[in-house]
């Protein structure tokens, strides 16, 4: 007689999933029908404002963005089905980083096919063992698996996490780490630019004084800050007032305000970028972006430079997102980004409300846990340069209405 080999993977599955529908927590993944824009047409409800987006720009649907990206696929077809250092790399994956790197005013930029392989690229292949590489608390996930892997690939690496915004904490750690015998090597300093969830910013300066401070090195993915932020939109530091020169490194996507496809860089040394070019799994190991999307990124970054009137626009509906919320009844942080989140700690009440939102003809996404902690469930509003009056109005008269029926 046989004895039956325990099978676990789908019944667990299948309780995980159950416990979700009957908690409410379920996420639907919404069909879009047509470009990305002010408003988008889902599959069920038709036309709805659309307020989460990471479209800042409005680039996404720009006729020379999407010309662009077809001129790239006449060129040079689909791909060259190879990775880039055997037989993968186009002219337009050249002229894109010769771009990046212009935008940033840095040495040189590498791509990849997105800032979680940019963030799994960059601390596995600078960092060494002996190392520290300490983290905000808040950071991106694609940051914080980066470091693991890190950890686990380079071992005898030091990781660490520093308090929200910290900078005490920070300080704290950073001299217990200079009197630890086993950090031998480099101390790596690690922010968001402008934090995903929460919509607040890095402090750069402060955090660039304190990496100074015990000679350690600042990366910045500025996924979210990269076309907002600062008077021509390149980015956190530029709010700051700072030269991109005084961050060692940045990180950064291609799937936001730079056009919104796909995509993610590193830009810093060109020391540092051949190093990546030479020992970077995911640039050793997986396929370049497509043409098409390199080329499409490459007019979003041109129509970025030519137009810097579109990052004032972005900024006044920002600053008019933020009082409408406030004026419907709800608390937002104040923060010059367009991460506006309202915090309702309970993620099947953020699911229902964005539900709601979305009968109301607003399409908001209601954010629970894993993607926040538990019990910090939160609608995270977002708003683009596409958005004309009538689109924030709308979003306004619908979160009143959700006011009146969410207490
Ligand atoms: C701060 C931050 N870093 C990295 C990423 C990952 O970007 P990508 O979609 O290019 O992988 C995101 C995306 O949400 C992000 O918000």
Redesign the pocket.
Known sequence: MTTAVARPFESRTQQILTSLKESGQLKHLQTIEGPMGATVRLRGYGEVACFCS?NYLGLADHPEVVEAGIEGLRRYGAGTASVRFICGTFECHETLEARIAELYGCEAAYTFT??????EAIFPTLCEPGDLVISDEL??A??IDGIRLAAVIKKGLHKGVYRHSDLGDLRAKLAAARANPEVTGAIWVVT?G???MEGDIGDLPGLRAVCDEFGAYLVV?D??GTGVMGRTGRGTHEHWGMDATKVDYF?G????SLGGA???YVVGSRKAIDLLIQRGRPTLFSNALPATVACSAQKAIEVLMREPQRVQRLRDNVAYARTTIREAGFDVLESPTAICPIIVHDTAKAIAMSRRLLELGVFVIGFGYPVVPEGHARLRCQVSAAHGKEHLDAFGAALRQLRKEFK
Do not use: E, R
């Open positions: 990471n997105s800032c979680w392989n940019a963030n950071n991106h694609s940051i968001d402008v934090f995903s993915d996924s979210h990180t996507t291609l799937g936001k796909a995509g993610g």
